[in-house]
Protein backbone atom coordinates (compact mmCIF):
# COMPACT_ATOMS: atom_id res chain seq x y z
CA UNK A 1 0.00 0.00 0.00
CA UNK A 2 1.39 3.58 -0.74
CA UNK A 3 0.82 6.76 1.34
CA UNK A 4 -1.75 8.99 0.43
CA UNK A 5 -1.43 12.65 0.88
CA UNK A 6 -5.38 13.62 1.01
CA UNK A 7 -6.77 17.25 0.39
CA UNK A 8 -9.58 18.79 1.68
CA UNK A 9 -10.55 22.04 -0.08
CA UNK A 10 -8.70 21.61 -3.83
CA UNK A 11 -9.09 25.45 -4.52
CA UNK A 12 -5.89 27.75 -5.03
CA UNK A 13 -3.82 26.89 -1.91
CA UNK A 14 -4.46 22.78 -2.72
CA UNK A 15 -3.07 23.29 -6.26
CA UNK A 16 0.13 25.03 -5.18
CA UNK A 17 0.73 21.47 -2.19
CA UNK A 18 0.15 19.32 -4.57
CA UNK A 19 2.75 21.08 -6.99
CA UNK A 20 5.04 21.13 -4.46
CA UNK A 21 4.57 16.97 -4.13
CA UNK A 22 7.32 16.37 -6.49
CA UNK A 23 9.93 17.60 -4.32
CA UNK A 24 9.45 15.44 -1.78
CA UNK A 25 12.41 12.57 -1.51
CA UNK A 26 9.55 9.70 -1.77
CA UNK A 27 7.33 11.76 -4.44
CA UNK A 28 6.93 8.37 -6.36
CA UNK A 29 5.59 6.11 -4.02
CA UNK A 30 3.01 8.57 -3.17
CA UNK A 31 -0.58 9.12 -4.08
CA UNK A 32 -3.26 12.07 -4.04
CA UNK A 33 -6.85 12.30 -3.68
CA UNK A 34 -8.46 15.37 -3.01
CA UNK A 35 -12.23 15.86 -1.72
CA UNK A 36 -14.27 19.64 -2.57
CA UNK A 37 -18.14 20.16 -3.03
CA UNK A 38 -17.38 22.60 -6.13
CA UNK A 39 -17.22 20.59 -9.35
CA UNK A 40 -14.95 23.64 -10.99
CA UNK A 41 -12.58 23.21 -7.85
CA UNK A 42 -12.60 19.44 -9.03
CA UNK A 43 -12.35 19.83 -12.55
CA UNK A 44 -9.31 22.66 -12.28
CA UNK A 45 -7.31 20.08 -9.26
CA UNK A 46 -7.55 16.57 -12.02
CA UNK A 47 -6.53 18.85 -14.47
CA UNK A 48 -3.38 20.03 -12.62
CA UNK A 49 -2.43 16.81 -10.64
CA UNK A 50 -2.36 13.30 -12.54
CA UNK A 51 -4.39 10.18 -11.13
CA UNK A 52 -5.93 11.94 -8.43
CA UNK A 53 -8.72 10.50 -6.43
CA UNK A 54 -11.43 12.85 -6.41
CA UNK A 55 -14.24 12.82 -4.03
CA UNK A 56 -17.30 15.21 -3.10
CA UNK A 57 -16.98 15.53 0.54
CA UNK A 58 -14.13 14.39 3.05
CA UNK A 59 -16.18 11.92 4.66
CA UNK A 60 -15.85 9.26 1.68
CA UNK A 61 -12.40 10.03 1.48
CA UNK A 62 -11.12 9.98 4.66
CA UNK A 63 -13.13 6.27 4.59
CA UNK A 64 -10.26 5.13 2.66
CA UNK A 65 -8.07 1.94 4.03
CA UNK A 66 -5.03 4.11 6.43
CA UNK A 67 -1.12 3.81 5.34
CA UNK A 68 0.73 4.52 8.95
CA UNK A 69 2.46 7.78 6.43
CA UNK A 70 -0.28 9.27 5.04
CA UNK A 71 -1.47 12.40 5.78
CA UNK A 72 -4.05 15.07 5.06
CA UNK A 73 -3.74 18.65 4.09
CA UNK A 74 -6.62 20.82 5.58
CA UNK A 75 -6.55 23.43 2.57
CA UNK A 76 -10.33 24.76 2.39
CA UNK A 77 -11.46 28.16 4.14
CA UNK A 78 -10.71 28.74 8.13
CA UNK A 79 -14.30 28.24 9.54
CA UNK A 80 -14.28 24.23 8.10
CA UNK A 81 -10.54 23.61 9.58
CA UNK A 82 -11.63 22.68 13.31
CA UNK A 83 -13.95 20.14 12.02
CA UNK A 84 -12.25 18.42 8.93
CA UNK A 85 -9.07 18.56 11.02
CA UNK A 86 -10.87 16.66 13.68
CA UNK A 87 -12.39 13.80 11.91
CA UNK A 88 -9.07 13.76 9.24
CA UNK A 89 -7.41 12.85 12.70
CA UNK A 90 -9.89 10.67 14.23
CA UNK A 91 -9.72 8.86 10.88
CA UNK A 92 -5.69 7.60 11.77
CA UNK A 93 -3.94 10.33 9.79
CA UNK A 94 -1.97 13.22 10.59
CA UNK A 95 -2.94 16.76 9.64
CA UNK A 96 -0.83 19.78 8.12
CA UNK A 97 -3.68 22.55 8.63
CA UNK A 98 -3.81 25.44 6.24
CA UNK A 99 -3.09 28.85 8.12
CA UNK A 100 -4.82 30.56 10.06
CA UNK A 101 -4.94 27.23 12.16
CA UNK A 102 -8.17 28.10 13.88
CA UNK A 103 -10.29 31.32 13.76
CA UNK A 104 -10.63 31.07 17.53
CA UNK A 105 -8.13 29.20 20.12
CA UNK A 106 -10.67 27.44 22.08
CA UNK A 107 -10.78 25.37 18.67
CA UNK A 108 -7.25 25.47 18.21
CA UNK A 109 -6.92 23.87 21.49
CA UNK A 110 -9.71 21.22 20.56
CA UNK A 111 -7.86 20.00 17.68
CA UNK A 112 -4.79 20.07 19.77
CA UNK A 113 -6.33 17.50 22.11
CA UNK A 114 -7.69 15.42 19.63
CA UNK A 115 -4.48 15.09 18.12
CA UNK A 116 -2.70 14.14 21.34
CA UNK A 117 -5.80 11.41 21.89
CA UNK A 118 -5.03 10.15 18.39
CA UNK A 119 -1.34 9.88 18.47
CA UNK A 120 -0.92 12.02 15.28
CA UNK A 121 0.52 14.86 14.53
CA UNK A 122 -0.85 18.22 14.09
CA UNK A 123 0.87 20.46 11.69
CA UNK A 124 0.58 24.45 11.06
CA UNK A 125 1.38 25.75 7.32
CA UNK A 126 2.28 29.31 9.08
CA UNK A 127 6.07 27.90 8.35
CA UNK A 128 6.01 29.22 5.06
CA UNK A 129 7.59 32.00 6.81
CA UNK A 130 8.84 30.62 9.41
CA UNK A 131 12.88 30.53 9.95
CA UNK A 132 13.32 32.03 6.96
CA UNK A 133 17.48 32.25 6.11
CA UNK A 134 17.08 36.40 6.96
CA UNK A 135 15.86 35.79 10.23
CA UNK A 136 17.86 33.27 11.72
CA UNK A 137 20.63 35.50 10.77
CA UNK A 138 19.46 38.16 12.39
CA UNK A 139 18.65 35.91 15.59
CA UNK A 140 22.46 34.92 15.36
CA UNK A 141 23.68 38.59 15.26
CA UNK A 142 21.19 39.47 18.61
CA UNK A 143 22.95 36.60 20.23
CA UNK A 144 26.06 37.62 19.46
CA UNK A 145 25.43 41.24 20.48
CA UNK A 146 25.45 43.17 17.27
CA UNK A 147 22.47 45.53 18.66
CA UNK A 148 23.04 45.23 22.26
CA UNK A 149 20.01 45.02 24.17
CA UNK A 150 16.76 45.37 21.80
CA UNK A 151 14.08 47.47 23.16
CA UNK A 152 11.70 48.03 19.64
CA UNK A 153 10.28 46.26 16.52
CA UNK A 154 8.03 47.46 14.40
CA UNK A 155 6.76 44.92 11.97
CA UNK A 156 4.90 46.73 9.04
CA UNK A 157 3.50 46.01 6.12
CA UNK A 158 1.40 48.05 4.00
CA UNK A 159 -0.38 47.52 0.58
CA UNK A 160 -3.17 50.20 -0.90
CA UNK A 161 -4.90 47.50 -2.88
CA UNK A 162 -4.30 43.73 -2.13
CA UNK A 163 -7.65 42.80 -0.45
CA UNK A 164 -7.93 39.09 -0.80
CA UNK A 165 -10.99 38.37 -2.57
CA UNK A 166 -11.11 41.70 -4.27
CA UNK A 167 -7.89 42.52 -6.01
CA UNK A 168 -5.92 39.37 -4.92
CA UNK A 169 -7.77 35.87 -5.59
CA UNK A 170 -11.62 37.82 -6.17
CA UNK A 171 -13.17 34.42 -6.83
CA UNK A 172 -12.96 33.41 -3.17
CA UNK A 173 -15.29 36.23 -1.26
CA UNK A 174 -15.31 33.91 1.95
CA UNK A 175 -11.99 36.02 2.97
CA UNK A 176 -14.16 38.82 2.56
CA UNK A 177 -16.93 37.15 5.42
CA UNK A 178 -15.98 36.87 9.06
CA UNK A 179 -18.20 34.08 9.64
CA UNK A 180 -15.95 32.28 6.57
CA UNK A 181 -12.62 33.31 7.27
CA UNK A 182 -12.57 34.33 10.97
CA UNK A 183 -11.34 37.88 10.39
CA UNK A 184 -9.55 39.66 8.07
CA UNK A 185 -6.17 40.66 6.63
CA UNK A 186 -4.47 40.00 10.77
CA UNK A 187 -6.30 36.50 10.53
CA UNK A 188 -4.58 35.77 6.88
CA UNK A 189 -1.17 37.22 7.87
CA UNK A 190 -1.42 36.92 11.56
CA UNK A 191 -0.30 33.12 11.36
CA UNK A 192 3.14 34.02 9.67
CA UNK A 193 3.71 37.12 11.37
CA UNK A 194 3.45 35.94 15.02
CA UNK A 195 5.09 32.49 14.75
CA UNK A 196 8.27 34.53 13.01
CA UNK A 197 7.89 37.11 16.11
CA UNK A 198 7.67 34.19 18.55
CA UNK A 199 10.36 32.90 17.69
CA UNK A 200 12.63 35.75 16.72
CA UNK A 201 12.37 37.24 20.57
CA UNK A 202 11.19 33.84 22.61
CA UNK A 203 9.06 35.60 25.32
CA UNK A 204 7.40 33.80 28.05
CA UNK A 205 4.73 36.23 27.81
CA UNK A 206 2.81 39.21 25.70
CA UNK A 207 0.93 41.65 26.32
CA UNK A 208 -1.26 43.09 23.78
CA UNK A 209 -1.66 47.00 25.13
CA UNK A 210 -3.77 47.95 22.45
CA UNK A 211 -5.18 46.66 19.07
CA UNK A 212 -7.29 48.48 16.12
CA UNK A 213 -8.80 47.48 13.02
CA UNK A 214 -10.10 49.49 9.89
CA UNK A 215 -11.78 48.76 6.84
CA UNK A 216 -11.05 51.98 4.69
CA UNK A 217 -13.58 52.60 2.04
CA UNK A 218 -13.00 52.02 -2.18
CA UNK A 219 -14.99 52.92 -5.06
CA UNK A 220 -14.99 49.12 -5.42
CA UNK A 221 -16.21 47.56 -2.09
CA UNK A 222 -18.80 44.89 -2.40
CA UNK A 223 -22.37 45.89 -1.45
CA UNK A 224 -24.33 42.60 -1.98
CA UNK A 225 -22.37 39.91 -0.21
CA UNK A 226 -20.84 39.91 3.37
CA UNK A 227 -17.74 42.65 3.68
CA UNK A 228 -17.45 43.07 7.60
CA UNK A 229 -13.41 42.15 7.91
CA UNK A 230 -11.05 44.61 8.58
CA UNK A 231 -8.30 45.25 5.55
CA UNK A 232 -6.03 47.18 7.62
CA UNK A 233 -5.25 46.63 11.48
CA UNK A 234 -2.54 47.07 14.01
CA UNK A 235 -1.42 46.72 17.88
CA UNK A 236 0.98 47.39 20.54
CA UNK A 237 2.41 44.78 21.72
CA UNK A 238 5.22 44.11 24.77
CA UNK A 239 7.01 40.91 24.60
CA UNK A 240 8.38 39.88 28.04
CA UNK A 241 11.53 37.60 28.28
CA UNK A 242 12.92 36.67 31.50
CA UNK A 243 16.27 39.48 30.23
CA UNK A 244 13.81 42.34 28.77
CA UNK A 245 10.39 43.27 27.46
CA UNK A 246 10.64 44.46 23.77
CA UNK A 247 7.94 46.54 22.63
CA UNK A 248 6.32 45.68 19.01
CA UNK A 249 4.80 48.20 16.89
CA UNK A 250 2.83 46.03 14.75
CA UNK A 251 0.65 46.87 11.43
CA UNK A 252 -1.17 45.04 8.44
CA UNK A 253 -2.93 46.73 5.65
CA UNK A 254 -4.00 45.18 2.26
CA UNK A 255 -6.03 48.01 1.91
CA UNK A 256 -5.57 51.46 2.81
CA UNK A 257 -5.41 54.74 1.81
CA UNK A 258 -1.94 55.81 2.91
CA UNK A 259 1.29 54.53 1.22
CA UNK A 260 2.67 51.14 0.87
CA UNK A 261 5.35 50.14 3.16
CA UNK A 262 7.40 47.35 4.16
CA UNK A 263 9.48 47.60 7.36
CA UNK A 264 10.96 44.69 9.64
CA UNK A 265 13.32 46.34 12.03
CA UNK A 266 14.95 45.46 15.42
CA UNK A 267 16.36 48.33 16.98
CA UNK A 268 18.74 47.86 20.29
CA UNK A 269 20.93 49.86 22.24
CA UNK A 270 23.85 49.17 20.30
CA UNK A 271 22.35 49.07 16.74
CA UNK A 272 19.69 48.03 14.37
CA UNK A 273 18.95 45.50 12.01
CA UNK A 274 16.18 45.27 9.20
CA UNK A 275 15.51 42.91 6.74
CA UNK A 276 12.61 40.75 4.70
CA UNK A 277 11.60 38.18 7.16
CA UNK A 278 9.39 36.70 4.30
CA UNK A 279 11.77 35.97 2.25
CA UNK A 280 12.57 32.00 1.94
CA UNK A 281 15.42 32.51 -0.62
CA UNK A 282 18.75 34.42 -0.89
CA UNK A 283 18.18 37.87 0.94
CA UNK A 284 20.35 41.08 2.22
CA UNK A 285 20.10 41.46 6.03
CA UNK A 286 21.40 45.38 6.75
CA UNK A 287 23.45 46.11 10.02
CA UNK A 288 22.97 49.69 11.06
CA UNK A 289 25.71 50.44 13.91
CA UNK A 290 27.32 53.97 15.29
CA UNK A 291 31.22 54.45 14.69
CA UNK A 292 32.53 57.91 16.30
CA UNK A 293 28.76 59.51 15.91
CA UNK A 294 28.65 57.80 12.59
CA UNK A 295 25.71 55.80 11.31
CA UNK A 296 27.43 52.71 9.89
CA UNK A 297 25.46 50.63 7.31
CA UNK A 298 26.62 46.96 6.56
CA UNK A 299 24.79 44.96 4.49
CA UNK A 300 24.76 40.79 5.15
CA UNK A 301 24.09 38.40 2.09
CA UNK A 302 22.10 35.06 3.16
CA UNK A 303 22.15 32.19 1.43
CA UNK A 304 20.07 29.74 2.91
CA UNK A 305 20.97 26.27 2.92
CA UNK A 306 18.00 24.44 0.91
CA UNK A 307 16.33 26.43 -1.76
CA UNK A 308 12.53 25.75 -0.86
CA UNK A 309 10.20 28.18 -2.18
CA UNK A 310 7.92 29.53 0.85
CA UNK A 311 4.77 27.74 -0.79
CA UNK A 312 6.67 24.39 -1.10
CA UNK A 313 7.91 24.37 2.82
CA UNK A 314 4.83 23.30 4.46
CA UNK A 315 4.41 19.84 2.51
CA UNK A 316 8.27 19.29 1.84
CA UNK A 317 8.82 19.70 6.02
CA UNK A 318 5.63 17.77 7.15
CA UNK A 319 6.29 15.28 5.13
CA UNK A 320 10.00 15.09 6.97
CA UNK A 321 8.01 15.34 10.27
CA UNK A 322 5.60 12.61 9.51
CA UNK A 323 9.03 10.47 8.48
CA UNK A 324 10.82 10.96 12.19
CA UNK A 325 13.17 14.25 10.71
CA UNK A 326 13.49 17.53 11.81
CA UNK A 327 11.78 20.52 10.23
CA UNK A 328 11.75 24.05 10.44
CA UNK A 329 7.61 23.65 11.32
CA UNK A 330 5.49 24.26 13.92
CA UNK A 331 3.61 21.56 15.12
CA UNK A 332 1.42 20.37 18.50
CA UNK A 333 1.50 23.11 21.23
CA UNK A 334 3.90 25.63 19.01
CA UNK A 335 1.77 25.32 16.44
CA UNK A 336 -1.46 27.27 18.24
CA UNK A 337 0.62 30.49 19.49
CA UNK A 338 -0.12 32.32 17.06
CA UNK A 339 -4.02 31.61 17.09
CA UNK A 340 -3.73 32.65 20.49
CA UNK A 341 -2.16 36.28 19.41
CA UNK A 342 -4.40 36.87 16.77
CA UNK A 343 -7.55 35.90 19.25
CA UNK A 344 -5.94 38.47 22.26
CA UNK A 345 -5.35 41.35 19.47
CA UNK A 346 -9.61 41.01 18.56
CA UNK A 347 -10.15 40.62 22.12
CA UNK A 348 -8.50 43.79 22.41
CA UNK A 349 -10.01 45.51 19.70
CA UNK A 350 -13.58 44.56 21.02
CA UNK A 351 -13.15 44.59 24.75
CA UNK A 352 -11.30 48.23 24.22
CA UNK A 353 -8.95 46.25 27.18
CA UNK A 354 -5.24 45.10 27.13
CA UNK A 355 -4.98 41.25 26.65
CA UNK A 356 -2.19 38.50 27.82
CA UNK A 357 -1.27 35.81 26.28
CA UNK A 358 0.95 33.26 29.08
CA UNK A 359 2.64 30.85 26.36
CA UNK A 360 3.57 28.15 28.88
CA UNK A 361 0.00 27.94 29.58
CA UNK A 362 -1.60 28.15 26.31
CA UNK A 363 -2.35 24.50 25.84
N1 LIG B 1 -4.68 31.59 -1.68
C1 LIG B 1 -3.56 31.82 -1.03
O1 LIG B 1 -2.66 32.56 -1.48
C2 LIG B 1 -3.32 31.14 0.27
C3 LIG B 1 -2.01 31.15 0.75
C4 LIG B 1 -1.74 30.50 1.94
C5 LIG B 1 -2.75 29.88 2.64
N2 LIG B 1 -4.03 29.93 2.19
C6 LIG B 1 -5.08 29.30 3.03
O2 LIG B 1 -5.57 28.13 2.39
C7 LIG B 1 -6.94 27.93 2.75
C8 LIG B 1 -7.75 27.81 1.47
O3 LIG B 1 -7.58 28.99 0.71
P1 LIG B 1 -7.65 29.00 -0.90
O4 LIG B 1 -7.01 30.27 -1.31
O5 LIG B 1 -7.17 27.73 -1.47
O6 LIG B 1 -9.23 29.12 -1.09
P2 LIG B 1 -10.07 28.79 -2.42
O7 LIG B 1 -11.28 29.62 -2.32
O8 LIG B 1 -9.21 28.91 -3.62
O9 LIG B 1 -10.40 27.25 -2.25
C9 LIG B 1 -11.11 26.73 -1.15
C10 LIG B 1 -11.78 25.45 -1.61
O10 LIG B 1 -12.30 24.78 -0.47
C11 LIG B 1 -13.52 24.16 -0.86
N3 LIG B 1 -14.27 23.83 0.36
C12 LIG B 1 -15.07 24.60 1.13
N4 LIG B 1 -15.53 23.89 2.17
C13 LIG B 1 -15.04 22.63 2.05
C14 LIG B 1 -15.14 21.45 2.82
N5 LIG B 1 -15.85 21.40 3.96
N6 LIG B 1 -14.49 20.34 2.40
C15 LIG B 1 -13.75 20.36 1.29
N7 LIG B 1 -13.61 21.46 0.51
C16 LIG B 1 -14.23 22.59 0.90
C17 LIG B 1 -14.18 25.18 -1.77
O11 LIG B 1 -15.15 24.56 -2.60
C18 LIG B 1 -12.97 25.70 -2.56
O12 LIG B 1 -12.78 24.99 -3.76
C19 LIG B 1 -7.34 29.10 3.65
O13 LIG B 1 -7.20 28.73 5.00
C20 LIG B 1 -6.30 30.17 3.28
O14 LIG B 1 -6.05 31.10 4.33
C21 LIG B 1 -4.33 30.52 0.99
Redesign the pocket.
Known amino acids: MSPTIYF?????????HADSVGLLPNADEIEIAA????P??RERFAAAVDDVRLYE??ESMLAEPVDPNDFVV????????H??TIAALESGRHVLC???LAPTLDEAKSMLATAAEADRILGS?NC?HYRTPGTERVKRLIDDGAIGEPYHVTWSTRRQRGR?GIE??P??K??LDSSK?GGGII??WGPYEFAALDDLIDPDRIDVMDAWTAQPETGVDPEKIPFDVETHGGATLVYRTDEHDVRVTYERASGTHGEERDVTEIEGTEGAIRWDWTEAGTSTVTLATDEGGDVVEEEIDVTPDEEIGA?DRPLVYFNRVVRGGDAPIRTGEEAITSVAMIDAIYQCVELGEPQRVDLAKIA
Request: a negative charge; glycine letters at 6%; one cysteine or more.
Open positions: IGAGAIARNADPTEADSVAAPPFTHDEEKPCRPYQESWFGMDH
